[in-house]
């Protein structure tokens, strides 16, 4: 089973991205109920015994409830594979302290260090062929700066499966924030 640890997008966060859809074509929009912001790539699991240890170190972990602040849009690019459209997230000292617990929870149960720098952001689709000329003033013209946020009560455990246009998500745990 594939897993990852995420924040679900919420309304009227998600309602607000969703927004979104059609405004730039070529792209292959996510549908809104899969927003959500990765906190910890997990990957394949099969070890019933590593699921359950997994589930006990998330369960343990103790964080407040916090807000998550829409902010810029953006793309990462890589060779040879569709670009990803994203909306970036204010980073706030909430959302990392939460994001070091998971990878920490993550590390004491075998899992190696994450690779990449934690780049807070929701995904809103893929681009096969990224148009410079058309891209760069999308971007630039939504933003969300206008406070665009959601307060989020939790964080799950997902699984993901390809799906035929779009991966599909399942949370198969979710861990409560206190208030």
Do not use: C
Not at 58 to 75: E, M, T, V
Request: glycine residues 6%; proline residues 9%; neutral net charge.
């Amino acid at each position: 089973m594939r897993l990852f640890i995420a924040l679900g997008i919420p309304h009227p966060l998600s309602s607000r991205l969703a927004e979104l859809r059609g405004s730039l074509a070529d792209v292959t929009w996510m549908p809104p109920e899969t927003y959500h912001l990765t906190l910890r790539f997990i990957g394949e699991v099969t070890d019933r015994h590593l699921m359950e240890d997994i589930h006990h170190a998330l369960s343990a972990i103790r964080a407040p409830s916090f807000d998550l602040l829409a902010d810029a849009p953006g793309l990462f690019e890589r060779p040879a594979a569709p670009a990803t459209l994203w909306m970036g997230v204010a980073r706030n000292d909430s959302l990392l302290h939460l994001q070091r617990k998971v990878d920490t929870a993550m590390r004491r149960v075998g899992m190696e260090d994450r690779r990449r720098r934690f780049v807070p952001h929701i995904t809103l689709g893929s681009i096969p062929h990224p148009d410079p000329a058309r891209l760069g003033p999308w971007l630039g013209r939504h933003g969300m700066s206008d406070g665009a946020a959601a307060t989020i009560h939790a964080f799950s455990l997902y699984s993901s499966l390809r799906g035929k246009e779009s991966p599909v998500y399942e949370v198969l745990e979710d861990y409560p924030l206190s208030p």
